[in-house]
Nanobody
Framework: QVRLVESGGGLVQAGGSLRLSCAAS????????MGWFRQAPGKEREFVAA????????FYADSVKGRFSISRDSAKNTVSLQMNSLKPEDTAVYYC?????????????????WGRGTQVTVSS
């Protein structure tokens, strides 16, 4: 059974930082690229960042480039998202997901096994 558990969300003031973590089980973690997506109320699910299966490549949405950093530890089956200089528009539920497809990293349809996510709220 595939299980993804996101943690590290919370309430932070604008300009602050948070580090999200995701623990994966039930999936051959080291074989998969991993992505972070987010969804704000009333909005479509949005790509945030992704890391290749071996950690050699990373990809970011323009809106977070230079502020967020994704990393993975395949020995521990975890992927993290360091978020700095947070803005109110970063407020959303954040999800980590393994990439099952071979298409673009930014497309939600390329990913499978969505977890419950973790809430990030940035106050102004």
């Amino acid at each position: 059974q595939v299980r993804l558990v996101e943690s590290g969300g919370g309430l932070v003031q604008a300009g602050g930082s948070l580090r999200l973590s995701c623990a994966a089980s039930g999936v051959p973690f080291s074989n998969y690229a991993m992505g972070w997506f987010r969804q704000a109320p009333g909005k479509e699910r949005e790509f945030v960042a992704a890391v290749t299966w071996n950690g050699a490549g990373t990809f970011y949405a323009d809106s977070v480039k230079g502020r967020f950093s994704i990393s993975r530890d395949s020995a521990k089956n975890t992927v993290s998202l360091q978020m700095n200089s947070l803005k109110p528009e970063d407020t959303a539920v954040y999800y980590c997901v393994p990439k099952a497809g071979r298409g673009a990293y930014s497309q939600p349809g390329e990913y499978d096994y969505w977890g419950r996510g973790t809430q990030v709220t940035v106050s102004s």
